[in-house]
């Protein structure tokens, strides 16, 4: 069982930045790829990147690519998501989850953080 508990969520204006915080339970956290996701009411829980267990290889949704940056720590079982020069439509809720098995860019995760309010003003 992993839990997952997202932090550093809030209100910022556009072109602001903000890096979200989860931090997870339990011993095995480097074994686990580590996804972001983002959810605004109405719509799909959508993709935002994802980093292997060890750190390597982030992949990222075109529309964020450039902008934010997904970095882990092992050794606080912590995994980061930088987001820089924001803009109004990245607004939403942003999950992480952990995936034993591979990568994904679906939400088919096996734990799931509370989520944080991210809200970007024009």
């Known amino acids: 069982q992993v839990q997952l508990v997202e932090s550093g969520g809030g209100l910022v204006q556009a072109g602001g930045s903000l890096r979200l915080s989860c931090a997870a339970s339990?011993?095995?956290?480097?074994?686990?790829?580590m996804g972001w996701f983002r959810q605004v009411p109405g719509k799909e829980r959508e993709f935002v990147g994802v980093i292997s267990g060890n750190g390597a290889h982030p992949y990222y949704v075109d529309s964020v690519k450039g902008r934010f940056t997904i970095s882990r720590d092992n050794a606080k079982n912590t995994v980061y998501l930088q987001m820089t020069s924001l803009k109004p439509e990245d607004t939403a809720v942003y999950y992480c989850?952990?995936?034993?098995?591979?990568?994904?860019?679906?939400?088919?995760?096996?734990?799931w953080g509370q989520g944080t309010q991210v809200t970007v003003s024009s």
């Open positions: 339990g011993r095995t956290f480097s074994t686990y790829a």
């Open positions: 989850a952990a995936r034993k098995f591979g990568f994904a860019t679906t939400p088919d995760y096996d734990y």
